[in-house]
């Protein structure tokens, strides 16, 4: 036995079969301990296989194709359904009514689940065939509409690698700029289709330009100030909203109680066209929203800056280093994304409220769904704008003609957006998870690579060997006059802690203790 400050050396009969590594003591001395190595590396390497295995699996979502991604969109549609139904029956079976409305064996319950989705979608449409341009049909087309810009203004911004939150409050400022515009232009222009020509457009610039400075206020102090933009969109949130509440309760006022500005006339806003006109939906809005949607794809797949966007959003650092003004466009596609909300609160009043009030729907945070649905593709938000926007106006029949709660639609609704978006959730996990290569492990030393399963018997750690050379050549404590094929030699190996002494200072008659040395 040597004692903690010496290393095991070579025997007095000179075998290297026995030698041991640097202070490793178990893989010689102790069997069983290096069986219980080999356990504790097999079951590591078993759950490195697994995680391996989740990342193959989120890289597969990620290189799906459109079709695929189509096919799992539409199964968890179906998912979402079936579970929602679930839900709607259990529900029904808690409450209490006069007569069940659908039954199970012997179970009944107060709700029909079959009934309430056949109102739901069937809500949102109406009559579709007898009349394309009944009032649901254009009840969904309006809810569809603005949600097209606000899921666009997300896209465009999650693009970049931002993350605009603050989507709602822009949308804000761009109807209250609309509004106060066209109000004060009313007087200065002709009425009719000449005042229609000059004031919608005029109107719809003035929100994009209000909603995309204010979208380039947390732009500019994420670039110049590092300031998260998280926080900064969602706090300009609240500043958008009350500070348009005191603007118009304070000075801009119509006669009464609402808080609200004057009412637009008829010529200044989008017209109805196929439509009804007391349908609140054009289909010139809606051709706008089409129309960006185009130009904002050319824009991220085929330009220069789109190209800059893209890059910036997805690697940095590269971009940077390949001459990207980094800052400039930081900014730049928050003030796009900001410019895109204010177009849609600008469309909010010119074709929904025909004014400015306070208490505007959700529609910026419901935009970040619907970015979330498409996939942050601005092609995409078509169809996720339409499904958001199919759910909410059926949600209003489904309230009024099935009984059922409006928190139990809610839940619905909720259901039906989860399942959906979970599989481009992945998808967009798996954009960012690297799959290694385990199929072979390089050593860092330049030499072999090392298999896990070799044992280390026998094998001397070059840690514990000093890296001192005689004048000829050999290692310091390497005899080669001794040195021979069946190993023998006087090669000291010795522990992190101890040096190697002088070669002659430590013979002795074949005790075992030949190779020790003093530190």
Same mark, same amino acid.
């Given at each position: 036995?040597?004692?903690?400050?010496?290393?095991?050396?070579?025997?007095?009969?000179?075998?290297?079969?026995?030698?041991?590594?640097?202070?490793?003591?178990?893989?010689?001395?102790?069997?069983?301990?290096?069986?219980?190595?080999?356990?504790?590396?097999?079951?590591?390497?078993?759950?490195?296989?697994?995680?391996?295995?989740?990342?193959?699996?989120?890289?597969?979502?990620?290189?799906?194709?459109?079709?695929?991604?189509?096919?799992?969109?539409?199964?968890?549609?179906?998912?979402?359904?079936?579970?929602?139904?679930?839900?709607?029956?259990?529900?029904?079976?808690?409450?209490?009514?006069?007569?069940?409305?659908?039954?199970?064996? =012997? =179970?009944?319950?107060?709700?029909?689940?079959?009934?309430?989705?056949?109102?739901?979608?069937?809500?949102?449409?109406?009559?579709?065939?007898?009349?394309?341009?009944?009032?649901?049909?254009?009840?969904?087309?309006?809810?569809?509409?603005?949600?097209?810009?606000?899921?666009?203004?997300?896209?465009?911004?999650?693009?970049?690698?931002?993350?605009?939150?603050?989507?709602?409050?822009?949308?804000?400022?761009?109807?209250?700029?609309?509004?106060?515009?066209?109000?004060?232009?009313?007087?200065?222009?002709?009425?009719? $289709?000449?005042?229609?020509?000059?004031?919608?457009?005029?109107?719809? %610039?003035?929100?994009?330009?209000?909603?995309?400075?204010?979208?380039?206020?947390?732009?500019?102090?994420?670039?110049?100030?590092?300031?998260?933009?998280?926080?900064?969109?969602?706090?300009?949130?609240?500043?958008?909203?009350?500070?348009?509440? %005191?603007?118009?309760?304070?000075?801009?006022?119509?006669?009464?109680?609402?808080?609200?500005?004057?009412?637009?006339?008829?010529? +200044?806003?989008?017209?109805?066209?196929?439509?009804?006109?007391?349908?609140?939906?054009?289909?010139?809005?809606?051709?706008?929203?089409?129309?960006?949607?185009?130009?904002?794809?050319?824009?991220?797949?085929?330009?220069?800056?789109?190209?800059?966007?893209?890059?910036?959003?997805?690697?940095?650092?590269?971009?940077?280093?390949?001459?990207?003004? +980094?800052?400039?466009? $930081?900014?730049?596609?928050?003030?796009?994304?900001?410019?895109?909300?204010? $177009?849609?609160?600008?469309?909010?009043?010119?074709?929904?409220?025909?004014?400015?009030?306070?208490?505007?729907?959700?529609?910026?945070?419901?935009?970040?769904?619907?970015?979330?649905? +498409?996939?942050?593709?601005?092609?995409?938000?078509?169809?996720?704008?339409?499904?958001?926007?199919?759910?909410?106006?059926?949600?209003?029949?489904?309230?009024?003609?099935?009984?059922?709660?409006?928190?139990?639609?809610?839940?619905?609704?909720?259901? $039906?957006?989860?399942?959906?978006?979970?599989?481009?959730?992945?998808?967009?996990?798996?954009?960012?998870?690297?799959?290694?290569?385990?199929?072979?492990?390089?050593?860092?030393?330049?030499?072999?690579?090392?298999?896990?399963?070799?044992?280390?018997?026998?094998?001397?750690?070059?840690?514990?060997?000093?890296?001192?050379?005689?004048?000829?050549?050999?290692?310091?404590?390497?005899?080669?006059?001794?040195?021979?094929?069946?190993?023998?030699?006087?090669?000291?190996?010795?522990?992190?802690?101890?040096?190697?002494?002088?070669?002659?200072?430590?013979?002795?008659?074949?005790?075992?203790?030949?190779?020790?040395?003093?530190?």
């Amino acid at each position: 036995m040597s004692d903690g400050r010496s290393g095991t050396g070579i025997n007095g009969e000179g075998q290297s079969g026995d030698a041991g590594t640097n202070g490793d003591r178990s893989s010689v001395d102790e069997p069983n301990g290096g069986e219980s190595s080999g356990d504790g590396g097999g079951r590591g390497g078993e759950g490195e296989g697994g995680i391996d295995r989740i990342r193959g699996t989120l890289r597969r979502f990620a290189e799906s194709s459109p079709a695929e991604r189509l096919l799992i969109s539409l199964a968890a549609l179906v998912l979402s359904i079936l579970v929602g139904a679930v839900l709607v029956f259990v529900s029904g079976a808690a409450a209490t009514c006069p007569e069940p409305a659908y039954g199970v064996f =012997v =179970v009944t319950s107060c709700y029909d689940p079959v009934a309430v989705y056949v109102q739901l979608f069937a809500g949102a449409y109406g009559n579709l065939f007898a009349d394309p341009f009944n009032f649901s049909v254009a009840l969904t087309l309006q809810e569809t509409t603005v949600l097209v810009f606000t899921g666009l203004s997300v896209a465009v911004a999650f693009r970049a690698g931002m993350f605009n939150i603050g989507s709602q409050g822009q949308l804000v400022v761009g109807a209250l700029a609309s509004a106060l515009v066209a109000a004060a232009l009313v007087s200065l222009v002709p009425a009719g $289709i000449v005042g229609s020509v000059l004031l919608v457009p005029t109107s719809v %610039v003035v929100g994009a330009l209000a909603g995309g400075f204010y979208g380039a206020i947390p732009g500019a102090l994420k670039a110049y100030a590092d300031a998260n933009e998280v926080i900064t969109t969602i706090m300009l949130n609240f500043v958008a909203t009350l500070t348009a509440f %005191v603007l118009v309760s304070e000075l801009f006022q119509a006669p009464g109680q609402a808080v609200q500005t004057a009412e637009l006339p008829e010529y +200044a806003l989008f017209q109805p066209l196929l439509f009804d006109a007391g349908s609140d939906f054009s289909l010139l809005a809606l051709g706008t929203g089409l129309v960006l949607v185009g130009a904002i794809y050319y824009l991220l797949e085929y330009t220069t800056a789109g190209y800059d966007f893209v890059t910036s959003g997805l690697q940095p650092d590269a971009a940077e280093y390949g001459g990207v003004d +980094a800052e400039r466009t $930081i900014v730049t596609s928050m003030a796009l994304s900001g410019a895109l909300a204010g $177009i849609g609160g600008a469309v909010w009043v010119l074709m929904i409220s025909t004014r400015w009030q306070s208490g505007i729907p959700a529609y910026g945070f419901d935009g970040i769904t619907v970015s979330i649905l +498409a996939g942050n593709n601005p092609l995409g938000v078509i169809p996720a704008a339409l499904l958001f926007g199919t759910l909410k106006s059926g949600a209003i029949a489904v309230q009024f003609s099935a009984g059922v709660p409006k928190q139990l639609i809610g839940v619905l609704r909720g259901l $039906i957006v989860l399942f959906v978006a979970m599989p481009e959730f992945f998808r967009l996990l798996g954009r960012r998870v690297r799959v290694p290569d385990r199929s072979a492990s390089t050593a860092t030393d330049g030499g072999k690579p090392i298999d896990s399963g070799t044992s280390n018997a026998g094998t001397t750690n070059t840690d514990a060997v000093s890296a001192e050379t005689t004048d000829d050549g050999r290692p310091v404590g390497v005899d080669s006059a001794d040195d021979d094929s069946s190993g023998r030699g006087d090669v000291t190996v010795v522990s992190d802690d101890v040096g190697i002494g002088d070669r002659d200072e430590g013979e002795s008659e074949g005790d075992g203790d030949r190779g020790r040395g003093e530190s």
